[in-house]
Nanobody
Framework: QVQLMESGGGSEQSGGSHRLSCVAS????????MAWFRQAPGKEREGVAA??????KYAESVKGRFTISEDNAKNTLYLQMNSLKPEDTAMYYC?????????????WGQGTQVTVSS
């Protein structure tokens, strides 16, 4: 059974930093891409960052501020968020994709809330 468990959400002031973690278990060998998505109230879910074989890509809105990384020994995905802005407030989801990072996620975590105040 696949499980993606996010942690690390919370409240932060604008300009601050925060790190999210996602512990994965039961992922099949067909999963090649791990990613972070987010959904703000009243908005559609959007991709934030993705990583596959150490290659990373980011949404323009977070490029230069967020860093995605993974520790394969711990089966853990991270999202380091720096220079946070109020518009980064959202529920953040860990996701796993089969094939390339351009595909749709097959597995999702339950999400962790990040709130940034001005």
């Amino acid at each position: 059974q696949v499980q993606l468990m996010e942690s690390g959400g919370g409240s932060e002031q604008s300009g601050g930093s925060h790190r999210l973690s996602c512990v994965a278990s039961g992922l099949p060998a067909s999963v090649h891409c791990m990613a972070w998505f987010r959904q703000a109230p009243g908005k559609e879910r959007e991709g934030v960052a993705a990583i596959a074989d150490s290659a990373t890509k980011y949404a323009e809105s977070v490029k230069g501020r967020f860093t995605i990384s993974e520790d394969n020994a711990k089966n853990t995905l991270y999202l380091q968020m720096n220079s946070l802005k109020p518009e980064d407030t959202a529920m953040y989801y860990c996701a796993a994709m089969e094939g390339t990072c351009s595909g749709h996620p097959k597995y999702w975590g339950q999400g962790t809330q990040v709130t940034v105040s001005s």
